[in-house]
């Protein structure tokens, strides 16, 4: 064995046993898609006295991480994301009312001298002062007590910088019920004693002997200073109770948010995601069917048409599945339901590598003459480097892209997608070949070179070698084709109009299952009789109910929850998203600038490593893709959301993929024989690769059928449109992209040649 040889073996040995040791010991983290819970999008806003930036939100993360303690959920995480943004993920909370409740106060708590009561909030109300201006604790203002009657305040004389701790407690005995207990500390003692006694300098009955303890500009409780208490002297000891129709629940809350302390600034929920555990566990058990039944084909395939060589290379898409699962467990990546698609994607991707140096092998043992299976094997791989390459970086850039300009599980998948590409680059030219290597070199197979598949052209390639079709004749009738294809798909973008899912435009979408099968139009009718006429009811294919509103309150959730109940019987929720307009806008042209940033980064790659004219038809036939897949989407009037975007960048890397794959080709011919014509040669180029076209589209295809078949009504709707972007993809790189190049190419000669290329096309 040579050196090049021994040393590929010694890595994939390397690599494998260290995957295989990270995948034993090492899990992956689930996003909360997957194991349940929820996660909460939190952004800082600034108020006339603080401005929201780094050092405030840091501020606010360390307040939320105390409340979060405090509830006891176990694992939280709460990271900030970006200048003013803060994510929160409960795994295990199924109440997000509950969690937003309490992470979203500001829990600003103040205590105040009682000037006397007041027939209205005429301060406020009349003086139109801002939320800011009323959360101000250094301003008289008036409120309304427990019981509603308004009380004027004085500026507040303590606040929760002043609170050592608070404690919830249960008084069976004294009558007082579940109270909380808080105690001060340093100079807040002394000035409990100061506010107290200047109370009681008033008579009983008074509302000036009352102290107003406020929490978020919300009168809490108003006790009267016990008639025990001397004018002057206050309550000493630093300690007091706060009193009120507490049940255990509230007066935890309570004493939780005054431990927690305030918040430096407001802070607003933008976005909202809660998914049962349940739907987690479903989505995991469909996805790995998926997987396992789409690699079991993909595999039977490569097996039915390479043979041997295809048997190994199954064998190396078990150990890309092994690589790639370490690598997202050692870079401690999150797996999200679309990272656990694109991770099933990659599976498809991964035969890519294989075809092509399998292909490439067969022509250097069929049509050129290659002594034995081994030589070809190696001509195939040197051959095919510069194709696998730069398909797969152009993969690449969609999902850095994916990565860096989009959020939450959609950045995942780009995740996934990334890992899965390097991870299938290294299973393809590393493990594969090592293992195609030794095989072909074994006696037995050196005696049947059949057995490898390698030494016959194939029944797609002796097809092609009886007919050699001209498709390239008469390039500009496929355009025209292409041209009436694209008029008809966008068509429906001006008829149907793009349904923009949540993400997009902001709202809730909830997603039910109940206990009796639900018509949507029953369903439909409950929410208009609750007073939500507008919302958008789906029924799902499992018997799930899936609703989708404007922005609601959870006041409002509840309601709609209710009406669902009514008309299904039992009811559990799946899943729960609130996006607010402003994120929602954000996300929409986040969306746009992600497609056209992959736009321009694909041009220019492409023309880095080709040509302009090549770069510039690969770049026109993806826009045609990606508008023949929304156009599409539009009749069928399925949702444009973060997932689908997700599927339109993947179609993008794919797109090119197949136009850099011909595009190379053209290449490899042009670097031999320059003084064919480039049509001709062009047309030689989509016929030596239409085998590895079909083949790898077919691998595709199944791993895709398999994710819309078993992968569960969220990854339907993701594997369908990948489905159309193949292919589409595929024709467009054959009959979009090269008559492109044709025209680009002829049009870019000299004038003196132009007579001399439309009677021969040589350029």
Not at 75 to 96: F, H, K, M, Y
């Amino acid at each position: 064995m040579r050196h090049p040889q021994r040393a590929r073996a010694i890595l994939a040995l390397a690599v494998l046993a260290l995957s295989l040791y990270i995948a034993a010991t090492v899990p992956v983290r689930l996003g909360l898609d997957l194991r349940g819970g929820t996660q909460i999008v939190l952004e800082t806003r600034s108020t006339s006295t603080t401005k929201a930036n780094t050092e405030t939100t840091d501020r606010t993360v360390e307040v939320l991480r105390g409340r979060i303690d405090a509830l006891g959920v176990a694992e939280p995480t709460i990271a900030r994301s970006g200048d003013n943004r803060i994510i929160v993920e409960l795994p295990g909370v199924q109440d997000p009312k509950e969690a937003a409740d309490v992470l979203g106060r500001t829990a600003q708590l103040t205590f105040h001298s009682v000037l006397g009561a007041s027939d209205k909030d005429t301060e406020d109300t009349k003086s139109g002062a801002s939320s800011a201006k009323k959360n101000d604790p250094s301003r008289e203002r008036v409120l309304p007590d427990e019981s509603g009657q308004f009380l004027r305040l004085k500026a507040a004389s303590l606040t929760g910088e002043d609170v050592k701790g608070a404690d919830a407690r249960f008084d069976d005995q004294g009558g007082a019920g579940w109270h909380v207990t808080v105690d001060f500390r340093g100079a807040g003692r002394d000035g409990w004693a100061r506010l107290t006694g200047k109370a009681a300098c008033h008579g009983l009955g008074d509302p000036a002997r009352r102290i107003a303890i406020v929490l978020d500009d919300k009168v809490i409780s108003s006790p009267q200073v016990d008639g025990s208490v001397a004018c002057g002297s206050g309550i000493s000891g630093g300690s007091t109770q706060i009193t009120g129709s507490f049940d255990d629940k509230e007066a935890r809350e309570l004493a939780l948010l005054i431990n927690g302390g305030a918040l430096p600034v407001p802070v607003e929920t933008v976005e909202q995601r809660t998914v049962g555990p349940t739907l987690g566990a479903e989505a995991i058990e469909a996805s790995a069917w998926a997987a396992a039944v789409g690699t079991l084909l993909t595999s039977l395939y490569i097996i039915v048409i390479y043979r041997l060589m295809g048997f190994l290379a199954a064998v190396a898409l078990v150990c890309y599945g092994v690589v790639s699962y370490a690598a997202l467990a050692a870079l401690g990546a999150t797996l999200t339901l679309p990272g656990l698609a694109g991770f099933v994607l990659a599976i498809g991707m991964a035969v890519d590598a294989n075809v092509l140096v399998f292909e490439r092998a067969r022509e250097e043992y069929t049509e050129r003459s290659r002594p034995t299976v081994r030589s070809s094997l190696t001509a195939g791989f040197r051959n095919a480097f510069s194709a696998i390459a730069d398909s797969n970086i152009t993969t690449l850039i969609a999902a850095g892209l994916l990565f860096f300009l989009a959020s939450g599980p959609v950045r995942g998948f780009g995740v996934t997608l990334g890992i899965g590409v390097l991870a299938s680059m290294f299973s393809a030219l590393v493990i594969s070949r090592v293992l195609a290597e030794f095989a072909a070199g074994r006696l037995s197979v050196r005696r049947r070179p059949a057995l490898t598949g390698i030494a016959k052209a194939g029944a797609v390639r002796e097809w092609i070698m009886r007919r050699s079709p001209d498709l390239m004749s008469h390039p500009r009738r496929w355009l025209a084709v292409s041209g009436v294809a694209l008029v008809l798909a966008t068509a429906g973008i001006a008829v149907r109009g793009m349904e923009f899912g949540v993400e997009f435009t902001g709202g809730r979408l909830i997603e039910y299952s109940t206990s009796t099968a639900v018509d949507s139009d029953r369903a439909r009718t409950a929410l208009a009789d609750a007073g939500f006429p507008h919302a958008v009811v789906q029924a799902s294919g499992d018997g799930n109910l899936t609703v989708r509103t404007e922005h609601l309150s959870n006041a409002e959730e509840a309601k709609v929850t209710e009406a669902v109940s009514s008309v299904g019987g039992t009811t559990d929720k799946l899943r729960d998203e609130l996006i607010g307009p402003s994120l929602g806008d954000e996300l929409r042209r986040g969306a746009l600038i992600a497609v056209a940033v992959a736009l321009g980064a694909q041009l220019l790659y492409l023309a880095a490593r080709f040509r302009w004219t090549f770069g510039s038809a690969a770049v026109i036939a993806l826009v045609h893709d990606v508008l023949i897949l929304v156009g599409v989407f539009c009749w069928l009037g399925k949702p444009v959301d973060g997932t689908f975007l997700a599927a339109v960048l993947t179609v993008i890397g794919y797109s090119v993929n197949d136009s850099v794959v011909v595009f190379d080709r053209i290449r490899d011919l042009r670097r031999r024989d320059r003084k064919t014509p480039f049509r001709q040669v062009t047309n030689l180029a989509l016929l030596q690769t239409v085998p590895r076209t079909v083949n790898t589209g077919m691998g595709a295809v199944f791993i895709l059928a398999a994710l819309a078949l078993l992968g569960g009504d969220s990854l339907t709707d993701f594997a369908l449109a990948l489905l159309i972007g193949i292919v589409v993809g595929t024709y467009s790189s054959m009959f979009i992209g090269s008559p492109l190049a044709v025209e680009l190419q002829a049009r870019q000669t000299p004038r003196s040649r132009r007579k001399e290329v439309a009677a021969t096309g040589t350029a």
